[in-house]
């Protein structure tokens, strides 16, 4: 992303669809939801960290 911004996906099934530095669009498939760790169910846990700091990540939502 740049400017210190790092986006954060969890649970993902195994293997990753992109890697780092790859440029990706809101149409892009990053990776595909799963139920790791001790999860009940699919799903994808999204984090936004800027400098450091974890952020809302609805607020970098469309």
């Known amino acids: 992303h740049g400017g210190g911004i790092q986006?954060?996906?969890w649970?993902?099934?195994p293997?990753?669809?992109v890697s780092p530095g790859t440029i990706v669009t809101s149409e892009s498939v990053v990776g595909y939801e799963?139920?790791?760790g001790m999860?009940?169910?699919c799903h994808v846990?999204?984090?936004?960290n800027d400098n450091?700091?974890?952020q809302n990540p609805r607020?970098?939502?469309p």
């Open 7 to 9: 986006t954060w996906y």
């Open 11 to 13: 649970h993902m099934q």
């Open 15 to 17: 293997g990753v669809v």
């Open 34 to 36: 799963g139920s790791t």
């Open 39 to 41: 999860s009940t169910g």
């Open 45 to 48: 846990h999204f984090a936004v």
């Open 52 to 54: 450091g700091v974890w």
């Open 59 to 61: 607020n970098y939502l």
